[in-house]
């Protein structure tokens, strides 16, 4: 006959579980640890300081600077336009990657390293050279300067790369295999790229659009040779914000930066709910 040694259980108090249910040992807490403090200290206590900066004059000092005319028409000018922005590169972005990655031609290397000069080129630069091409002296013909359609392709040319490096490494990695067998049993290209492929790359295109949404709201450097930063007509929202700390006007800075934020929340929250239905229905 065997016996059996009982070990008691750990006591409920002393566990520390992970989100997923696993527990939490000792390095994994630090580590925890010293990633909260460092994104507090990068992230959410210079967001927390804007917040406090632009509620020093009140609610009524807020909507006052955020309501003025020449704010407003810099806020819907930016966001109006970000959004669109978006959309292209949305619908760009994805065939770009689709190219790299399921075509074969000539040049393709070249193309791979093109596509991420928006990333590795300062925009006050890429602004010089979108002015030569697109201003005054353009060898083109083409003179779009101190327009609303330079400060669409200033967000343009930044915003580029973000959906291509998204979705590229993800549609790589989906097996044509399924595809093939989709088409074998019926299946249109398009009724195939809905059901098996769009669900798939839902995910990395949402990440793509808010990264790209996001860096054309707060976008200066591109914009600054080729739009003129005219009142009512060309001014963006990072050069509204510029201006009102130069003025030394830090709380009207302070609350334009909050609008812009809420509304990068926002845009956020949309595109994550567009991505779980999208990923649902497929």
Same mark, same amino acid.
């Given at each position: 006959?065997?016996? &059996? ?8 108090? %002393? ?23 460092? $994104?507090? !200290?990068?992230? !959410? ?16 000092? $807020?909507?006052?600077?955020?309501? %003025?005319?020449? &704010?407003?028409?810099?806020?819907? @000018? &930016? ?39 928006? $990333?590795?080129?300062?925009?006050? =630069?890429?602004?010089?050279?979108? @002015?030569? !091409? ?8 083409? %003179? ?13 040319? =930044? ?7 998204? =979705?590229?490494?993800? !549609? ?19 009724? &195939? ?53 130069? %003025? ?29 239905? =999208?990923?649902?229905?497929?």
């Amino acid at each position: 006959m065997t016996s &059996t040694t009982l070990v008691p259980d750990r006591p409920a108090g %002393n566990r520390r579980s992970a989100p997923g249910g696993l527990p939490l040992t000792r390095v994994s807490g630090l580590g925890l640890g010293v990633a909260m403090v460092w $994104f507090s !200290l990068l992230v !959410l206590i210079p967001l927390a300081a804007v917040a406090v900066t632009a509620s020093q004059g009140g609610w009524s000092g $807020f909507w006052r600077t955020v309501t %003025n005319e020449q &704010t407003a028409a810099t806020i819907r @000018l &930016t966001v109006g336009t970000a959004l669109l922005v978006t959309l292209v590169n949305i619908v760009m972005g994805t065939l770009i990657a689709w190219v790299l990655v399921r075509d074969r031609f000539f040049g393709k290397r070249a193309l791979e390293i093109l596509i991420d000069v928006p $990333f590795a080129l300062p925009t006050i =630069v890429a602004g010089l050279v979108l @002015l030569s !091409l697109y201003g005054p002296g353009s060898p083109l013909g083409v %003179n779009i300067a101190n327009t609303r359609i330079a400060v669409f392709l200033a967000f343009l040319f =930044v915003t580029l790369p973000f959906i291509v490096r998204t =979705v590229q490494p993800v !549609l790589a990695e989906l097996d044509p295999e399924v595809e093939e067998a989709a088409a074998s049993l019926g299946s249109s290209r398009y009724t &195939t790229f809905r059901r098996i492929v769009l669900p798939s790359l839902t995910p990395a295109i949402a990440a793509g659009a808010a990264l790209s949404f996001a860096r054309a709201v707060g976008e200066y450097g591109s914009l600054v040779l080729l739009s003129g930063n005219l009142p009512m007509r060309t001014e963006v929202a990072s050069v509204r914000i510029l201006s009102s700390i130069e %003025n030394d006007n830090p709380d009207s800075a302070a609350a334009v930066a909050v609008v812009l934020l809420a509304i990068s929340l926002a845009v956020i929250v949309v595109l994550d709910a567009i991505q779980r239905r =999208v990923m649902r229905r497929g």
